[in-house]
């Protein structure tokens, strides 16, 4: 068995395939076996979200699945809380929980009611478009009753122009795509400040958003 590589700096690699080798979550497995690119775009969504949550104390992700991208999120937090409503993703979480990299993951329906703990940061990645557009409302506002007066809410999704293009795969349960006006138009309800952002695969910018393939909409400054 070969012990040691020929630059040394990679010897990391083997020392810590010994001690632990990380596996896929359920979703991301599905993802890199039947459409690999997609995750680096996922993985680009949780990036953004981190370097705009950096170096808050308290984030709460809804929705996670399998929190495969979430690791990203708590690089650059300080505490993390992660939920999703299917109690099947959540014990894949907790079984594949990092030491090096904890955070608290349960189960929880954002419908039924929000989260205690005021945090400063509320994040959904590819969770509303599955919410069917009657009771948006309700799933936005338990998100706003999530976060602490100062808070900021970030949510993340598919574009409505998008989904002619999209696979059947990826657009399965997308009840609630919206246009950039309308995403903008749902977060103002609930922040006096939103900002829109396009992206177009991995890359995030401020394009016309009837261009982009996926939306970002940030609000600061609740309303009361």
Same mark, same amino acid.
């Given at each position: 068995?070969?012990?040691?590589?020929?630059?040394?700096?990679?010897?990391?690699?083997?020392?810590?395939?010994?001690?632990?080798?990380?596996?896929?979550?359920?979703?991301?497995?599905?993802?890199?076996?039947?459409?690999?690119?997609?995750?680096?775009?996922?993985?680009?969504?949780?990036?953004?979200?981190?370097?705009?949550?950096?170096?808050?104390?308290?984030?709460?992700?809804?929705?996670?699945?399998d929190a495969f991208?979430?690791?990203?999120?708590?690089?650059?937090?300080?505490?993390?809380?992660?939920?999703?409503?299917?109690?099947?993703?959540?014990?894949?979480?907790?079984?594949?929980?990092?030491?090096?990299?904890?955070?608290?993951?349960?189960? @929880?329906?954002?419908?039924?009611?929000?989260?205690?703990?005021?945090?400063?940061?509320?994040?959904?990645?590819?969770?509303?478009?599955?919410?069917?557009?009657?009771?948006?409302?309700?799933?936005?506002?338990?998100?706003?009753k999530s976060l602490?007066?100062?808070?900021?809410?970030?949510?993340?999704?598919?574009?409505?122009?998008?989904?002619?293009?999209?696979?059947?795969?990826?657009?399965?349960? @997308?009840?609630?795509?919206?246009?950039?006006?309308?995403?903008?138009?749902?977060?103002?309800?609930?922040?006096?400040?939103?900002?829109?952002?396009?992206?177009?695969?991995?890359?995030?910018?401020?394009?016309?958003?009837?261009?982009a393939h996926y939306?970002?909409?940030?609000?600061?400054?609740?309303?009361?």
């Amino acid at each position: 068995m070969i012990t040691h590589t020929k630059e040394p700096q990679y010897d990391r690699c083997l020392e810590l395939a010994e001690q632990r080798r990380s596996e896929f979550g359920l979703m991301s497995n599905q993802v890199w076996h039947d459409d690999p690119r997609r995750l680096g775009f996922v993985l680009a969504r949780y990036k953004f979200v981190s370097k705009m949550f950096s170096g808050m104390n308290r984030v709460l992700e809804v929705g996670c699945a399998d929190a495969f991208g979430t690791r990203v999120v708590r690089q650059e937090v300080k505490a993390l809380t992660a939920t999703d409503f299917d109690p099947v993703f959540v014990e894949d979480v907790n079984r594949r929980m990092d030491p090096t990299w904890p955070f608290d993951c349960f189960t @929880h329906d954002m419908l039924s009611g929000p989260v205690s703990g005021a945090f400063d940061g509320v994040y959904a990645v590819d969770v509303i478009e599955h919410i069917h557009a009657e009771d948006e409302d309700r799933f936005v506002g338990n998100m706003v009753k999530s976060l602490g007066p100062h808070g900021i809410c970030i949510l993340g999704s598919p574009s409505l122009e998008s989904q002619t293009y999209a696979s059947p795969g990826s657009k399965a349960g @997308h009840v609630n795509c919206k246009s950039g006006d309308d995403f903008r138009g749902l977060m103002a309800r609930y922040f006096h400040n939103v900002f829109l952002f396009s992206m177009n695969d991995e890359v995030v910018h401020t394009g016309y958003h009837k261009m982009a393939h996926y939306l970002f909409a940030i609000g600061s400054d609740r309303r009361a």
